[in-house]
């Protein structure tokens, strides 16, 4: 099952232009992390977010996290005609999941140059 | 240089055939995982690992098998169970052991029925 739902299922954007991406999930969470995927690529990591914590920031990223909402935001600053791909969110609910990881639909982003 | 190889990279499948999937990584990461992913879709569980010769059904592991003998090697059979087989099917492998555990992924294969 999709723990992750994410919003809007596509963006398209000006070079320069910020791009918001929106998580929400059903369960509790050890932590939530974010992946990019470039079109027919393998997955890349971009950021973790604990569940106690709010915010997290990682050169022209910015991650919020929302646990009383279940809900993540992704942030990208002043975005470039390269940050094209899709953004996944990602649950790990912790326990005796260890490493599983539950994936979201995605955002496919698309920044015009 | 450190990573996960997926070969090959295209795969082709005949009716009633078993194909096999090969993942292979030298970061000496404890767990593997496969993923399937279908188009504008994501990421669903097919099948992990977290220690040799042990492994757990996914989300999706019917008319999938896979096996964990080796540390660096999380090879994943399609068998003629799979009846919609066509896919991206994408290995990652993390720290077993960490608190916080980010998956590496690799490039991918993508599987195509003829």
């Known amino acids: 099952s999709q723990q992750g739902e994410e919003d809007p299922q596509a963006l398209s954007i000006q070079e320069g232009e910020n791009a918001t991406m929106n998580c929400s999930y059903k369960?509790?969470?050890?932590?939530l992390q974010w992946y990019r995927q470039n079109s027919g690529r393998g997955l890349v990591h971009l950021i973790l977010i604990r569940s106690n914590e709010r915010e997290k920031h990682s050169g022209r990223l910015r991650v919020t996290l929302d646990t009383s909402k279940k809900s993540s935001s992704l942030l990208i600053t002043a975005s470039r005609a390269a940050d094209t791909a899709s953004y996944f969110c990602?649950?790990?609910?912790?326990?005796?999941?260890?490493?599983?990881?539950?994936f979201g639909q995605g955002t496919i982003l698309t920044v015009h140059p | 240089d450190g990573g996960i190889t997926q070969s090959p990279k295209y795969l082709f499948r005949k009716e009633g055939q078993n194909v096999t999937l090969s993942c292979e990584q030298n970061?000496?990461?404890?767990?593997m995982y496969w993923y399937r992913q279908d188009p504008g879709q994501g990421l669903r569980l097919i099948y992990y690992?977290?220690?040799?010769?042990?492994?757990q059904k996914g989300d999706i592991a019917e008319g999938y098998s896979v096996s964990r003998e080796k540390k660096e090697s999380f090879p994943l059979t399609v068998t003629s169970a799979q009846k919609n087989p066509t896919a991206f099917y994408l290995c990652?492998?993390?720290?077993?052991?960490?608190?916080?555990?980010?998956?590496?992924f690799g490039p991918g294969t993508r599987l195509l029925v003829l």
């Open positions: 990602a649950t790990n609910a912790g326990g005796t999941s260890y490493g599983k990881l539950t």
């Open positions: 970061l000496n990461h404890d767990a």
């Open positions: 690992s977290q220690i040799v010769n042990d492994f």
């Open positions: 990652a492998s993390s720290i077993y052991k960490a608190a916080e555990e980010t998956q590496y």
């Open positions: 369960t509790s969470i050890n932590n």
